[in-house]
């Protein structure tokens, strides 16, 4: 893969939210919503995988506030914008990840049924590769629902 500042001398790496969005929503017309989050997760889980192996990550630790800490500085405000992480806990086998200002909430309308498919399977596809388990990921909490933070639980799979 080119390297996006060589290739983006005056732009740069990043793009908009509003053109993000419409691949998106443009997607979902072409493909439905059930294909398009599908789509969007598995992309998202290959970009996290790359992205736990770019950090030197894969299977390197089980300390959930260094996995945060690398994390948030790739995707947060000093890495891709992504999603800021706030937060990784452990309840029994369930990892629960409390991001921010997650890309697909942006500009949402409260009450949005509108899900973090890409940051879900970003994340997903990191911790996978850093804990070397097989997960499945859900989107339980939506800043866009009354919640306080978008909140993905990863179950491990046995």
């Known amino acids: 893969m080119s390297n996006p500042l060589t290739s983006r001398p005056t732009l740069g790496q990043f793009s908009s939210i509003v053109c993000f969005k419409a691949v998106i929503t443009g997607m979902e017309e072409a493909l439905g919503e059930k294909a398009t989050s599908i789509a969007l997760i598995a992309a998202g889980r290959q970009r996290g995988k790359n992205l736990a192996k770019e950090l030197g990550l894969s299977?390197?630790?089980?300390?959930l506030?260094?996995?945060?800490?690398k994390l948030n500085e790739a995707i947060g405000a000093n890495g891709t914008h992504?999603?800021?992480?706030?937060?990784?806990?452990?309840?029994?086998?369930?990892?629960?990840?409390?991001?921010?200002?997650?890309?697909?909430?942006?500009?949402?309308?409260?009450?949005?049924?509108?899900?973090c498919t890409f940051t879900l399977g970003a994340v997903w596809g990191a911790l996978s590769e850093i804990t070397g388990k097989k997960l499945r990921g859900t989107h339980t909490e939506s800043v866009l629902r009354g919640g306080t933070n978008d909140v993905f639980e990863y179950t491990t799979l046995t």
């Open 59 to 63: 299977g390197a630790s089980q300390d």
């Open 65 to 69: 506030d260094l996995i945060a800490d």
């Open 82 to 115: 992504l999603a800021a992480i706030e937060k990784i806990v452990a309840q029994g086998d369930v990892i629960k990840v409390y991001c921010s200002e997650t890309i697909c909430s942006a500009g949402e309308p409260q009450g949005s049924d509108r899900k």
